[in-house]
């Protein structure tokens, strides 16, 4: 039997290991609010400048407030100018881009007798459409610095479940699933890795930014947790930490991941 180890083990190359000395330049969108701030608030407190993204230039400001290294872009990421303006900006901020975190997104709850056209439009546009043109415009800025792309998907829709009420969310994601493990294969050649970080039920309040009141937010919470083995919700820092990890340079081997950090909901 040959012994070919020597040929497939080894350090990261040295390119992976190479950052900025004024630290790495990350974009996050939705960063104006729970995961994506949590996310942008981790980056700067490493070190890190970023660049967050949203529709709303208070909660934006909101997030950089006390922290210099954050920027702030007020843009409508399913706009046709969307890409270019986020990956100019960061260009003439920084100057070099090694981190795009896919964060922003849409979950509009209901059932298919109840699919509203404009509704299923606009999760499509931002969940989907928005993350794979603005990662195509990416794809130059990130060659040069060997980035990484963290898309946030869900755990809810991982593996064979399914999930009455949230068929579009759920379908938009299980898609980003797929275009994380493709698009790591066909850009491991270009030295850019794609993973994605699959949150469980995590407490930001993003179902009352879709049309849910606190009332049924706090029934839905109230709802979930004993069914969560981890008995808890989990916070919008908790996968922060984990996003950023991602990006470390020892985390260069894992590609093509999609990690769920859901307190074990999905695997129960
Ligand atoms: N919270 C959870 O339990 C949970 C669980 C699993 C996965 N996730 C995922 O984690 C990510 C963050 O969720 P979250 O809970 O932090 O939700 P969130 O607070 O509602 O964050 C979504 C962000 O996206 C921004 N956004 C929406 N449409 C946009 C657009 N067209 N252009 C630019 N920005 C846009 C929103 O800001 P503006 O409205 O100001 O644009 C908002 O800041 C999402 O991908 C979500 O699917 C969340």
Do not use: C
Not at 17 to 23: D, F, H, I, Q, V
Not at 64 to 71: D, K, S, V
Not at 121 to 146: C, I, V
């Amino acid at each position: 039997m040959t012994d070919n180890t020597a040929e497939t083990t080894g350090s990261p190359p040295t390119d992976v290991l190479a950052t900025s000395p004024e630290g790495k330049a990350v974009v996050v969108t939705g960063g104006g609010t729970g995961i994506g701030r949590a996310v942008a608030h981790r980056f700067a407190e490493e070190g890190a400048r970023v660049l967050v993204v949203g529709r709303t230039p208070g909660t934006l400001r909101e997030t950089a407030r006390e922290h210099p290294r954050i920027r702030t872009l007020a843009t409508d990421i399913t706009a046709p100018d969307g890409p270019d303006t986020v990956v100019e900006t960061a260009l003439e901020h920084f100057g070099r881009l090694d981190v795009l975190v896919n964060n922003a997104a849409l979950g509009i709850g209901g059932t298919l007798d109840t699919l509203d056209p404009a509704g299923l439009d606009a999760q499509l546009a931002t969940n989907l459409r928005a993350p794979m043109l603005l990662t195509r415009r990416a794809l130059t800025a990130l060659e040069k610095s060997s980035g990484t792309i963290v898309n946030l998907s869900t755990a809810g829709s991982l593996g064979r479940r399914a999930w009455p009420g949230m068929s579009v969310y759920g379908a938009t994601k299980t898609a980003l699933d797929f275009l994380t493990r493709t698009w790591a294969v066909e850009l491991a050649p270009r030295g850019i890795r794609v993973v994605a970080v699959a949150p469980g039920v995590i407490d930001t309040g993003m179902a009352t930014r879709n049309g849910a009141s606190a009332e049924q937010y706090a029934a839905f919470l109230d709802d979930i947790r004993p069914r969560i083995p981890s008995g808890r919700v989990g916070s919008p820092e908790e996968i922060a930490w984990w996003v950023a990890r991602l990006t470390d340079p020892l985390a260069g081997y894992a590609n093509g991941t999609v990690l769920a950090v859901d307190g074990a909901l999905s695997v129960q």
